[in-house]
Nanobody
């Protein structure tokens, strides 16, 4: 069993900051990557930021570049998303996704968290 748990969402004013955290636990052999996605009402889920374990490569949606920063702690199987200069269009349910192996040389599975709400208001 693998659990993915997000935390840190909430209500913030325009221009404010929030820090989301995601922790993965359970029967994990190795984590390939972790990322944050978001889904606003009536819209499709989209990638916000992702971080690979090997090499620490990052990827960001154009809409959040220079405002959001993803970081991770491999030893603790956690990833964080620092969100600055928040805008109303950042309002969404934010999900954490982890790509991982549960055993050596096994397939890569994806696991999702339940999501944490971020609301940016004036």
């Amino acid at each position: 069993q693998v659990q993915v748990v997000e935390s840190g969402g909430g209500l913030v004013q325009i221009g404010g900051s929030l820090r989301l955290s995601c922790a993965v636990s359970g029967s994990i052999f190795s984590i390939e990557s972790m990322g944050w996605y978001r889904q606003a009402p009536g819209k499709e889920r989209e990638l916000v930021a992702a971080l690979t374990s090997a090499g620490g490569r990052t990827k960001y949606a154009d809409s959040v570049k220079d405002r959001f920063n993803i970081s991770g702690d491999n030893a603790k199987s956690t990833v964080h998303l620092q969100m600055n200069s928040l805008k109303p269009e950042d309002t969404a349910l934010y999900y954490c996704k982890s790509l991982l192996r549960t055993k050596s040389s096994g397939p890569v599975y994806q696991y999702w968290g339940q999501g944490t709400q971020v609301t940016v208001s004036s």
